[in-house]
Nanobody, 122 residues
Framework: QVLLEESGGGSVQAGDSLRLSCGAS????????FGWFRQAPGKEREFVAL????????FYADSVKGRFTISRDNPTNILYLQMNDLKPEDTAVYYC???????????????WGQGTQVTVAS
């Protein structure tokens, strides 16, 4: 079982930046796919971004494309989500997850973190 822990959330103003981190308890398998998802109040959890742990292109939701960047640091087993030009509609609990399929469907992910809150004021 892989344990994931997110950090880096907080309260910011519109236009600010935040970087979320997600630490994994063990070295991911070579075919692992990591994703970021978010859940806003009263809404269903939605896909944000994903990346293969051992290289390859990332994939983003249209709502964050050009503003968010997903990356990973393989030696430390940490996944990041750099969020720039934040908007009030980005307010949500952000989750990282790991699976083995390159898919945006959250059902493809086997392990999830507890989430970190991001609040963007206008």
């Amino acid at each position: 079982q892989v344990l994931l822990e997110e950090s880096g959330g907080g309260s910011v103003q519109a236009g600010d930046s935040l970087r979320l981190s997600c630490g994994a308890s063990q070295r991911p398998y070579s075919n692992s796919v990591f994703g970021w998802f978010r859940q806003a109040p009263g809404k269903e959890r939605e896909f944000v971004a994903l990346v293969r742990w051992h290289g390859g292109s990332a994939f983003y939701a249209d709502s964050v494309k050009g503003r968010f960047t997903i990356s990973r640091d393989n030696p430390t087993n940490i996944l990041y989500l750099q969020m720039n030009d934040l908007k009030p509609e980005d307010t949500a609990v952000y989750y990282c997850a790991v699976g083995s399929r390159y898919e945006r469907d959250q059902r493809a992910y086997d392990y999830w973190g507890q989430g970190t809150q991001v609040t963007v004021a206008s």
